[in-house]
Nanobody, 124 residues
Framework: QVQLVESGGGLVQAGDSLRLSCAAS????????MGWFRQAPGKEREFVAG????????YYPDYVKGRFTITRDNAKNMVYLQINSLKAEDTAVYYC?????????????????WGQGTQVTVSS
């Protein structure tokens, strides 16, 4: 059974940095792309970062580009999301997701397993 467990969220101040972690288990980690999404209250879940199976290709939507960095450690079955210069609008539940293929996708349709999420709250 595939399991994704996020950690690292919390209450931070605007301008701070945060690193989210996701521990994956249950299938061959290196066969699949990974992604991070977020969902704020009253809003749809949105894609914030994707990474290919070997970490060679990453993708960020314009609204987070330059502040978010996704990485993975295939030896540890871990994926990370570094968030710098946090803003109040980054407040959301952040979800780790495992892709359907080795190459990342830019929407929820490209992922078939999800974690439970970790709350990030940015106070201004």
């Amino acid at each position: 059974q595939v399991q994704l467990v996020e950690s690292g969220g919390g209450l931070v101040q605007a301008g701070d940095s945060l690193r989210l972690s996701c521990a994956a288990s249950g299938r061959t980690f290196t066969n699949y792309a990974m992604g991070w999404f977020r969902q704020a209250p009253g809003k749809e879940r949105e894609f914030v970062a994707g990474i290919s199976w070997n970490g060679a290709i990453t993708y960020y939507p314009d609204y987070v580009k330059g502040r978010f960095t996704i990485t993975r450690d295939n030896a540890k079955n871990m994926v990370y999301l570094q968030i710098n210069s946090l803003k109040a609008e980054d407040t959301a539940v952040y979800y780790c997701a495992s892709g359907r293929t080795a190459v990342h996708a830019k929407g929820p349709w490209g992922y078939d397993y999800w974690g439970q999420g970790t709350q990030v709250t940015v106070s201004s």
